[in-house]
């Protein structure tokens, strides 16, 4: 019982961080979105910031995991697989209306500079996602696919940041076209240009 209500703790907080950053979430927020009294939180999380790395590590783990099935098909070349991956994300998005970003790219905006502890856990999470995201290019490149010239790490990084961007100008826009014209640039253009 205990490890199914700190899952639920761990999924409401995914969902609350990303839609009202840290400083806009309480933990009476949390434990009600949980169904649990508010005073029970503290036997699954020490604190808030305690809290906050666990959901920090259990969305990273999620997003990597979808990255893996992602790589893992074999019915499409690396870099369609990866373009699949975020046309997948895309339609997530927009089924959802387009609400919220990530859940990363927004705590980093909200503390990446601001709480050392979370920083170092976001920026370290940034780090994983991004890494999950070269293997594609690796073997694109492999195959010949991508430039030998190319840094696939270097490739992964732009990917990642010109996505949480546009996930930034998607909130403001109110709208799913700014990630639309991201993936058409990258991988209409500058991918297939190489």
Known sequence: MSEEVRERLLQEGIRLLREHGYHGTGIQQIASAAGIPKGSFNYYFASKEAFALAVIDRYATRIEEGIRAAYDRSDLPPLARLRAYFDGLLAAIDSAEGEHGCAIGNLLAELGDTNEILGAALSAAWRRIEKRLEPFLLEAQRA??????????RIAGLLLSGWEGALIAMRAQ???????????????RLIAAT
């Open 174 to 188: 109110r709208s799913t076209l700014p990630l639309e014209q991201f993936l058409e640039t990258v991988f209409d």
């Open 144 to 153: 010949g696919a991508l430039a030998s010239e190319v840094d696939p790490r």
